[in-house]
């Protein structure tokens, strides 16, 4: 039987709860993710590419298999629900940045306006940048997921991913696009850029899925 998007958010979050820390994050106070180790400011990391996309240029396609389709444009984001949420950013090349403050719209309040379809099991990402990657639905809904457009109480600068970018600080960053141009929900699944090229597809930090080979079965539930 197909999950409704709600079940879904459910099934995730019970996951995440399971997984906890981890006995090996326990041993390292908590908060650092095995192999990882704290950094000061958040590193810049991406393909090199920063597109300048203004924000009254900036447009986000929601589409796929949802109810609604959204064609998001700045003054449509901004009417949404803001919050702010602090969290960990964790990147596979192994810095961990402590306490980012990211502002901007919960994930699952636009996704409630989406509402995905019952057989949209993956979310697939497209970046301006022409970056792409890939999560399962469920996970778009967690605490803390967010389409951020301000970092530290600042307009979110172009480097870190400006004027809007996703952020889903349970994953491994690569999971997080910046630039994001287009959110679109599918049965299957299709890897993205870096997990077509080696990395985990799972990418969880905890259980440290840093590469290919390296899943936690279940992704796909
Ligand atoms: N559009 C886009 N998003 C991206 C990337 C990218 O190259 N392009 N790189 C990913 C990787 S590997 C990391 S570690 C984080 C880095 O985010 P930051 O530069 O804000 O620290 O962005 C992720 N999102
Ligand atoms: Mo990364």
Redesign the pocket.
């Known amino acids: 039987m197909a999950k409704s998007y709600l079940e879904r958010k459910e099934a995730w979050a019970a996951k995440m709860r399971a997984r906890g820390g981890g006995a090996r994050s326990e041993r390292a106070g908590g908060r650092l993710p095995p192999g990882q180790h704290e950094v000061g400011d958040l590193p810049v990391?991406d393909l090199g590419i920063h597109p300048e996309v203004s924000r009254d240029g900036w447009r986000l396609r929601v589409g796929g298999l949802v109810e609604e389709e959204l064609a998001l444009d700045w003054a449509g984001l901004e009417a949404l629900p803001q919050a702010e949420g602090v969290s960990d950013f964790h990147?596979?090349?192994t810095w961990s940045r402590y306490d980012c403050r990211w502002g901007g719209v919960p994930m699952a309040e636009l996704l409630d306006r989406v509402r995905p379809l019952a057989e949209a099991r993956f979310a697939f990402f497209t970046s301006y940048d022409g970056y792409t990657t890939n999560l399962p639905v469920g996970a778009l809904f967690a605490e803390g997921v967010f389409l951020a457009t301000a970092l530290d109480g600042e307009p979110l600068p172009v480097r870190y991913g400006g004027p809007a970018r996703v952020v889903v600080p349970q994953l491994?960053?690569?999971k997080s696009a910046k630039f994001i141009k287009e959110i679109e929900f599918r049965a299957e699944d299709e890897p993205g850029y870096w997990e077509k090229r080696g990395y985990s597809n799972t990418a969880d930090p905890w259980l440290e899925g840093r590469f290919s080979g390296e899943e936690v079965p279940g992704w796909k539930d």
């Open positions: 990391l990147c596979v090349t491994y960053a690569w």
